[in-house]
Structure formats: structure tokens, C-alpha cells
């Protein structure tokens, strides 16, 4: 069992930055793949972020790419998402997910994940 508490999210002006993080709790965090999806009013869930288990490998959708960092500290059971030049399209909720069946790499479909964050506020303004 993994439960996932994110903190970070806010109101900030575009082109601003903010840092998510997502503390995770039980044995498994330390092999489990981790995401950062998100959520906008009337539209699906989508992908965002992920990393592997290790740390070693990272995915990012296009309209994020070199904007957005995900990393792990797995002695801190910690993921964080580091998001800098933020648009008002990057307006959603933010959600931590934990795949910990995945042993490499990671998916950017969320029904593969088997944990989820109560999720996190973000608002960028014009």
C-alpha cells in the first residue's frame, strides 16, 4: 500500500516557477515508478511526468518538455516536479501517482498507476 500526499501548487504569474512535491508513504515507494499527471476543467486526465524506480530514466509530454524537471530522492520517499516558465495552459490539478508494479522505466498512462495523490491547485495567470 502507497499513500502519496502532494504539497506546492498556488497561484503564479506566467513565466513563474513552482516546485511540487509528493511524500510517499510504505515500503514499496523505493521500487515503485512515479508520475505527475494533471487535470484541467472539461478536458481528461493527462500525462505529465514520469521517472523510474531508479531515478535513472525520465518521460515528459511535449508541451512540457524543458520547462518541467521531475526527480526522486528515495531515502526522503520524496518526488518532485519543477515547473518554470509556466503558461496559463499549465492551469489544472496536479496528481502524484506510484506504479509500483513497473520494474524499469515508466508508463504515461495513468490506469497503469495504482496509487494516486489527493492532487494539488495550480493557476497561472496571464
Known amino acids: 500500500q502507497v499513500q502519496l500526499v502532494e504539497s506546492g501548487g498556488g497561484l503564479v504569474q506566467a513565466g513563474g516557477s513552482l516546485r511540487f512535491s509528493c511524500v510517499a508513504s510504505?515500503?514499496?515507494?523505493?521500487?515503485?515508478?512515479m508520475g505527475w499527471f494533471r487535470q484541467a476543467p472539461g478536458k481528461e486526465r493527462e500525462f505529465v511526468a514520469a521517472?523510474?524506480?531508479?531515478?535513472?530514466?525520465?518521460y515528459y509530454a511535449d508541451s512540457v518538455k524543458g520547462r518541467f524537471t521531475i526527480s526522486r530522492d528515495n531515502a526522503k520517499n520524496t518526488v518532485h516536479l519543477q515547473m518554470n516558465s509556466l503558461k496559463p495552459e499549465d492551469t489544472a490539478v496536479y496528481y502524484c501517482?506510484?506504479?509500483?508494479?513497473?520494474?524499469?522505466?515508466?508508463?504515461?498512462?495513468?490506469?497503469?498507476?495504482?496509487?494516486w495523490g489527493q492532487g494539488t491547485q495550480v493557476t497561472v495567470s496571464p
Open positions: 501517482a506510484a506504479d509500483p508494479s513497473r520494474k524499469s522505466g515508466a508508463t504515461r498512462t495513468p490506469h497503469d498507476y495504482d496509487y
Open positions: 521517472i523510474s524506480w531508479s531515478g535513472g530514466r525520465t
Open positions: 510504505g515500503r514499496t515507494f523505493s521500487s515503485a515508478a
